[in-house]
């Protein structure tokens, strides 16, 4: 059996150093918020090359709240991309604002810049490019035409911690960056919860009051407010884990090196990292026309692969309220129809690797 992804693997990695940090939190009894989850925000917030950084208990709280400092709400319109966890849109639509999609861009399955401008009108208010797979979007085109119109650009960063566009660590190239540390993410935590980071400090005077109930201080309620607040554990965990971070990810960068290189001639699309990313793989993706076919037989040998995701969000039950059609965003659809994500994780030896490439060439139909 090889698995998609093996948390206890790593847990097993860093065992002495996670459960005294579990028994620091115990001790002092900072269940919400406190110590390590302050050291936590000023840590992870230097590491992305950002001012602030608010800890909240969820990636899907992280870009609700951004938005909602950037000032979105009812009647507004967010761009973003349909091609993404369902997440994106979700918290789009807890503002009460619209999404409105543009496609992707093939290769790098990240917004289409090309199709932005298409998408602006009067209402619209903020982009919120996704960082899939651990690839950066195509940053630079996007921060200027939010420029040329007075746009917040709000990155979803959920799934690349540590990846960098051009050299600079996403989350802090746009006006706000939204983090997810869900246990399976590069940085993940032993339950749920995420980050928003950012350099502007009313931004962050707002966020922090936000996820706490809108308190500035103790009972002192300015802003209608949420329960959003990271929880000690996850803090301290997450603390641990950071000091870790950048070994784990040139791990998965080598895992993603040794696929491709395996995977020549295979017969499927191995992913493609664009000239200004450093790619950090929370997925990686292969692609090919008989995708279901390839995962049946490679969950026949044992194999768990993932797909991600298998409907493009304008097309999922949840939205059809946007009033979006099959059709609409061409590149998304034909990408949500190939996709197929390989095991992935930094602990991944290379004899597994060489046997989960094998079993793929094998279930092509040997080597071409
Ligand atoms: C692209 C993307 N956005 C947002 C989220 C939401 O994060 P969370 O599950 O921590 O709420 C996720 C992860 O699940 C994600 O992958």
Redesign the pocket.
Known sequence: MIPFVDLKAQYHSIKDEIDAAIARVLESSQFVLGNEVAAFEEEFAAYCGARYGIAVN????A?HLALLAAGIGSGDEVITVPF??V??VAAICYTGARPVFVDIEPRSYTMDVNQVEGAITEQTKAILP?H?YGQPADMDPILEIARHYGLVVIE?A??AHGAEYKGHRVGSIGGLGCF???PSKNLGAYG???MVVMNSPEYARIIRMLRDWGQERKYYHVLKGYNYRMEGMQGAILRVKLRHLEAWTEARRACAARYDELLVGSGVQSPTVMPYSRHVYYIYAVRMPQRDALQQALHAQGIQTGIHYPIPVHLLEAHADLGYQAGDFPCSEQAAGEVLSLPMYAELTSDLLGQVASAIRQAQGGDR
Do not use: R
């Open positions: 969820s990636g899907t709280s870009l993404t966890f997440a994106t996704v899939l979803d959920a799934q997810s540390f869900y749920e919860g995420g």
